[in-house]
């Protein structure tokens, strides 16, 4: 039987990156995002060169609505079949100092990065709760769970709040076969990031972040899917409450390399 898999913020990124491969893998996927044509996009992308398309759904909408979220474990439900995989990849990253921060900006922060990701892990986990096989939730994190970065206190205040809540639900699902994991990325090479470096100011800045990690370069979205793969995967059945920090060593300590 195939294996089923709910990906959101699959439109682009870091989530269309895991999506392409999960599909690759033989899975069938509902792809989650607030913008439709960019989910269409990237369903045509990931199947492109490939005859059963069918295997790849999508459904657009807002996560933080109650209402959107519960037409998701439904649709998926009929579309899908059955409930393996959830994989909460939507997030926002505004960039902005504390004392600019409006009470509207961080409520949207946590709306979407945490309230959002929460209720929809429990509508999953009463749908999954009485399939005999084990099911998986997986929560991509960041670095910033564990290691602090100024100008985005709400982001990183998200993140360890999403890191806390993975162990707090794998305590709590376990009973019912459901493991609850987290992956959190370092610096990822997306479409969003690159689109940024358009000026020399700019790409100095990302040079600068490059040189913080012992590793000294971005990651590839690939590289975040297969450990997003291998910790939903029978491979880590004994796995359940990790955040995995998949961030080329950053959060080990910073390194100092030269830049110029």
Known sequence: MYKTVIITGSASGIGKGIAKHFFQEGYKLLLID?????????????TEGFSYENMVT???GDLTQKAFRED???FAEK?????????????????TPAFDISEDEWDNVFDLNVKALFFLS???????????LQANIVNITSAASEVARPGVSHYCSSKAAVKMMTQVLALELADFGIRV??????????????????????KMEHKEKISYSPLNRTAKT???????????????SYMTGQNILVDGGYSAGRVFKSFN
């Open 72 to 74: 998701i474990i439904s």
């Open 222 to 236: 690939s590289e975040i899917a297969e450990v997003v793969s291998f910790v939903s995967s029978h491979k880590a």
């Open 58 to 60: 999508y459904l657009a």
């Open 34 to 46: 607030i913008n439709e044509e960019q989910l269409k996009r990237s369903k045509e992308e990931i």
């Open 122 to 132: 429990i509508d999953f986990a009463k749908s999954a709760k009485n399939r005999e």
């Open 181 to 202: 994991n987290a992956v959190g990325p370092g610096l990822v090479e997306t479409e969003t990031l690159l689109k940024t470096l358009n000026n020399e100011k700019a």
């Open 79 to 95: 579309k899908l079949g059955h409930l393996d995989v959830l994989i909460n990849c939507a997030g926002i990253f505004p960039a």
